[in-house]
């Protein structure tokens, strides 16, 4: 961890701070004042508004190089690597800007994890594919400040223009004169000057990149593949005690009767309560409410805690919500009821779609549906916490760590400023830790036994008290000219919520989290006459976002439903998709949008995928065996365009085989780290394939039925395609996310591809409802 450094103040400039590390070495730090005028890089942001955003709505912080970057003694570079690490790479990503513009070898670079603090850091978040887009600019921004002011200090000390001057390998170098200064001897120049002026730091031409656009392992690949700790459930410290907790299986359930008495004579038992919350009320569940009654368990062991646990006679008070119409057969009827009647509300009407589909030459209805599915990722939810002296510190693997402190600030009755996070790798979160009601309990059950703790969820834990991906049904039709050009689209979209009670702003239905359509998604802005309804049905269980919120069951309906119209029309399911995308509509009036990452929908930057897809595919030019097929999809999502194309063998049992997928994306100008990249794609593939054929999530009177992997399971390696190639269309904008964008078409471009094999059209999820399975 980064040490503590002594700070000088020297004139209210930009100064050097030098301190002794553990090692005996020196540390120096680039340090900005606070209130010194920031120089904007070209073609970035106006000084001031530079940076740092990591995530949903974060406001702007001016980012100070010091906090990013330390200039070793010997002339190597620490880097700190702001946003939670799941996965996703982004503890090289982040880290490779910075070096890239610092003008470093990334083989001098050691990488350190930062705490939360979003004053120090922007905005730190995994999550909306947000970790490029947002930081791409202030991390290039922060290195190329720090190199100018390298370059600055050489030049006084040489007196040379500093426009002689050239920087590489963590030195500044001057031709005509043949000398080389290494950065760490420049540091006391750098610590007399004031940072560049606004508008004089320039970036590297994209053509002298030497870090970016190459592969750059995770900083934690050796530590993982040695078996050394690394993630959060390795967590361990000097004292430190273990918690189960026990929670009802209905939400909001309360403890009515119970034998702790008994379970704290069993060994190793060092506490055992119960914890009582507020009901919830609300007609829909909070995104993230925290801590929530139940009972915990604290042992000298994790085996000891968990062996009580399976010994506790608890009765609960399961409240209002343990009822047959809180079940998914209730949930699908109540649906089907629902969606063949009068909307609730009108999300969006364009033209007269009901009279353009009425008059059609040809019609077409179809009603799909997609069950609420688990994140089930690998490490189950922990945290560990230490509440000491009014002030509590945790260790954890949050995707939002800003809510992580706040929910543990508020379990234990204490101000945010007296909680500490500490930001450990996670291992896989895809969503679900963006909520943090596993932080609270740890932060409560720490402050009521006073000693550290580490909260362990069970796997059954995790998955019978996740955020769930909500469930959903789409009622559709549309409309074809007689060229078979859709002129017409109807959706009468039935998902989990309330209608809102008329009082102030907001929708006319309040959705779960994560269970909403926006207003302007595809197709809506090619069709003349569209409409989207929304109606809601109450829910028991708590929602919430999973890899490609919304996108990952929407692609699959909306691509699905356009292949159908595709075949009615007598079309090549490519050449509809780019007829529809040719297609023009007079500009509707302004809407809310839905998960495009804050970017209208472009037609020809899909086009361009769509195209690069078919072409790198083979699409129309092969001659496949019996049984053999190509489905194709296109989804934007996250600021991302992504088409995919899967060539699937299904067997006369109804076994499936993905053979191979090629995947085409345009996420802008620059691909950061290719191989990390390739791995965000193909593991999406596979993230997918697991959803569309056997994931699925059941309620029963309030419980979620299924526990564990055997009746919820992850795609096996025996099922994954042989190959997955990964191709993009280098466009000129800014650099997106992957991770979430490159998972919903490949739902949709395997069931049309079945579809086209066999003649069924699968129109629910999972595929194994419908006799399918691996092969």
Known sequence: MKKKNTVKNIDRRSFLTVAATGTGGVLFGLVFKADAQQGAAKGAPPA??????????????????????????????????????????????????????????????KV???????????????????????????????????????????????????????????????????????????????????????????????????????????PDLPKIVTGKP???????????????????????????THNLDTIKTLPGIKAAFVVDQPDVTAAVLPGDPGLESGIAIVAESWYQANSARKKLQVTWDEGTRATADHSSTAYAAKAQQIGTGEPMSTTRRDGDPEAAIKSAAKKVEANYSYPFISHANLEPQNCTAHYKDGKVEIWTSSQIPASARGLAAKSCGIDQSAVTVHMIRGGGGFGRRLTNDYAAEAAYISKEVNAPVK?????????????????????????????????????????????????????????VSAGGIGATEFPQPFIENFALYTSAQPLAIRTGSLRAPTSNAMAFVTQSFIDELAHAAGKDPVQFRRDLLSQTKPAPPPAPGGFGGGNAFNASRMRGVLDLVAEKSGWGKKTLPKGTAMGVAFHFSHSGYFAEVAEVTVSGNKKVKVNKVWVAADIGSTIINPGQAMNMAQGAIIDGMGAMMEQEITVDRGRVVQANFDT????????????????????????????????????????????????????????????????
């Open 712 to 775: 919820h399971p992850l795609l096996r390696i025996s099922a994954a395609p042989a190959d997955i190639e990964v191709h993009y269309v280098k466009s000129d904008n800014p650099p997106t996310g992957m991770g979430e964008p490159s998972m919903p078409p490949i739902l949709p471009a395997v069931a049309n591809a079945i579809f086209t094999a066999t003649g069924d059209r699968v129109r629910s999820l999972p595929f194994k409802k419908a006799g399918y399975s691996w092969a």
């Open 112 to 218: 350190v994890q930062a705490d939360q603090d979003q004053a120090k850091y922007g905005g730190q978040i995994a999550g909306g594919s947000t970790a490029t887009p947002t930081n791409w600019v202030p991390m290039r921004q922060l290195g190329a400040e720090a190199r100018q002011m390298f370059v600055e200090a050489a030049a006084q000390t040489w007196n040379v223009p500093a426009s002689e001057l050239t920087t590489g390998s963590g030195k500044v170098m001057h031709k005509a004169s043949n000398r080389t200064a290494t950065y760490a001897s420049l540091a006391s120049k750098v610590a007399t000057m004031q940072p560049p002026a606004a508008g004089t730091v320039k970036f590297k031409d994209p053509k002298d990149y030497k870090i970016i656009g190459t592969t750059v392992p995770s």
């Open 48 to 109: 001031g508004g530079r940076g740092g955003r990591g995530g949903f709505g974060a406001p702007a912080a001016p980012l100070k190089p010091a906090d990013f970057i330390m200039v070793n003694s010997d002339n190597t570079v620490t880097i700190v690597a702001k946003n939670p690490e799941v996965g996703q790479g982004v503890r090289a990503l982040l880290p490779m800007m910075i070096a890239e513009e610092l003008d470093v070898d990334w083989k001098d670079v």
């Open 230 to 256: 690394v993630f959060t459930i390795d967590m361990t410290m000097p004292g430190m005690l273990y918690a189960v907790y026990e929670k009802c299986g209905v939400f909001g359930g309360k403890v009515k």
């Open 455 to 511: 909260l362990l969820w069970t796997r059954e834990d995790d998955m019978r008290h996740d955020y769930y991906r909500p469930g959903g049904y789409q009622f559709l039709s549309a409309g074809l000219d007689a060229s078979g050009k859709v002129v017409a689209w109807r959706n009468h979209f039935v998902t989990y919520g309330a209608k809102n009670d008329g009082q102030g702003k907001g929708p006319a239905i309040q959705s």
